[in-house]
């Protein structure tokens, strides 16, 4: 069975017009999905990582990004979110050294960058690249060879990355 397909469409506005499997999917509340709300979507979309979806994104530019989100593997009991606040991307890692790093360019200046599995977010540097180190217990929450969005919450600038 192949999974939904979800098509975003960026307009230029920065709303998002978002369908599952050719059907309209509307943002809840009467409040249009934003790039901004990118995250909001895509757990919506996979009732909160409990089912994998084919995600398509088509960028005003004309790129389309690809994906396939899959769901999680379910497990008895779920670790405690990670209570680590935000570092800029100038900022030197504190505590625990790094364990991975993770790294991308093509994001605005300053701009606001989430790296998910969400195990912290970062802010592009004045070239517009991004990087952070991962602790050891974040990298903990992930297995060597998993992958991890990098997206810029401004300009919508989506790479996905393979941890060592």
Known sequence: MLPPVVIMVTEPTGTLAVTVDGEDFPAPEDAA???ARFGEVLDAVTEDRTRTVRIEVHETDGSTFTDIIRARRRTLAEPAPEQESSESA???????PAAATVSGEGFLPGEDVVIAAVVTDTTANEDGEVETRLTRRQKGN????????????SS?????????
């Not at 100038?90 to 625990?96: A, D, F, T, V, Y």
């Not at 919508?156 to 060592?164: A, E």
């Open 142 to 153: 992930l297995r060597a060879g998993a992958e991890v969005l990098v997206f810029g919450r």
């Open 156 to 164: 919508g600038t989506t790479l996905v990355r393979r941890l060592p």
């Open 90 to 96: 100038s900022s030197k890692p504190r505590g625990n």
């Open 33 to 35: 999905w934003s790039r």
